[in-house]
């Protein structure tokens, strides 16, 4: 009887069987909790501790989620991604000295941060080079029920410096508090003052600010939007800062290229302190203020000129840099209460007003040339 011959089969053919298991794939969805590790791997079963090893765990586009209420520390972001607090956990940052909270640098990273507190650390303040949300480069950011407190540089500032970003950033603040925030501002947008090429994209609705009533600090402003932004405000209330919102073609870097700002604010009440809305331009640059539907002034800290806008040096002014450039068109708004109703500077600045305006209450209405217009 023939039998057949064995052959041995050679071990390589058992290689592959035996290979190691492929790395574990960054999860979609990860979580943080107050009795997390961040040796965990950020689980639901077993969650980790911090913002800053949960995001590093997350897949890009994923979320991470606060299961409960705990400080969670600040967070470096560079790719797509969610943080979430759902209502009723309070997930907090304490900023350090001279640092940031959220600092997001991803330039095509699209990033939304919900239901975050994020304030200084404790008796510590933060210096004047730190903000709550520093965008250094993204494709978009959204910021919806969260609570920004005690910034005095800025509460959130986009593509400021040394940022490189030459592409456009959609920003959308939502149902968000802003509180004593702003020796910079509340909301700090330059882009294109750093970054040539940079563009803001800005939608802001039903925002509170409140600067506590700072009213004698230059600088101290609840929305401070320069050269490369076109933004819209609505549904919003301002109190409490030395100027409300500050529109300027160019900025605080008067090296800055000449450019263009388009701003419209519907629907708010702004009761800053001292402007409630300034503007300014540079030669060779335009800046466009829309108001409409707006009540400025109406109390006892009513500001002391509600609109203000200067292109050149002028008793009382605050922007310095000549030329003109500057529009701004009243619609539909009430304005009352304040020192001076309606100041258009008299230096090239171009003030229209439609007949739907009501100017009652301020001490005195109206400084210097105001352009009638008809409505279309």
């Known amino acids: 009887m023939c039998h057949p011959r064995r052959v041995a089969l050679p071990l390589l053919i058992l290689g592959p069987l035996l290979a190691a298991p492929p790395a574990q794939a960054a999860a979609e969805r990860v979580y943080v909790s107050a009795q997390g590790a961040d040796s965990n791997p950020c689980s639901l079963a077993a969650p980790c501790r911090t913002f800053a090893a949960a995001v590093g765990a997350v897949a890009s586009g994923g979320e991470v989620i606060a299961l409960d209420s705990a400080g969670y520390g600040t967070v470096t972001i560079t790719q797509s991604l969610s943080i979430t607090a759902p209502p009723g956990v309070y997930a907090g940052i304490a900023v350090p000295p001279g640092g940031d909270g959220v600092l997001i640098n991803g330039t095509n990273a699209t990033v939304t941060l919900r239901g975050l507190v994020i304030g200084p650390a404790a008796a510590s303040g933060v210096g004047f080079t730190g903000s709550g949300v520093n965008v250094r480069a993204a494709a978009a950011l959204t910021v919806d029920r969260c609570v920004i407190s005690g910034m005095p540089y800025a509460g959130i500032e986009t593509l400021a ?216």
């Open 161 to 376: 410096a040394p940022s490189t970003q030459a592409t456009g950033l959609t920003l959308s603040v939502e149902n968000t508090q802003f509180e004593d925030d702003g020796y910079g501002a509340a909301l700090f947008l330059v882009p294109a003052q750093y970054a040539t090429g940079a563009t803001v994209t800005a939608n802001i609705y039903n925002v509170t600010m409140n600067g506590g009533g700072n009213f004698a600090t230059s600088g101290n402003t609840a929305l401070y939007i320069a050269n490369g932004v076109t933004a819209t405000i609505d549904a919003s209330h301002i109190v409490g800062y030395w100027a409300g919102v500050w529109v300027t073609s160019v900025g605080t870097n008067a090296s800055a290229a000449p450019g263009t700002v388009q701003v419209t604010a519907t629907n708010n009440v702004i009761n800053a302190g001292f402007w409630g809305v300034i503007g300014g331009s540079a030669t060779g640059s335009t800046a466009s203020v829309t108001l409409r539907g707006n009540v400025v002034g109406g109390t006892a800290s009513a500001n002391y000129a509600a609109i203000q806008g200067v292109t050149a040096n002028q008793s009382g002014g605050v922007f310095a840099y000549p030329g003109a450039g500057l529009t701004v068109s009243l619609d539909a708004n009430t304005i009352t209460g304040n020192t001076v109703g309606i100041n258009s500077g008299g230096s090239g600045a171009i003030v229209k007003t439609y007949v739907n305006n009501r100017l009652s209450g301020n001490g005195t209405p109206v400084v210097g040339p105001l352009t009638s217009a008809t409505l279309q």
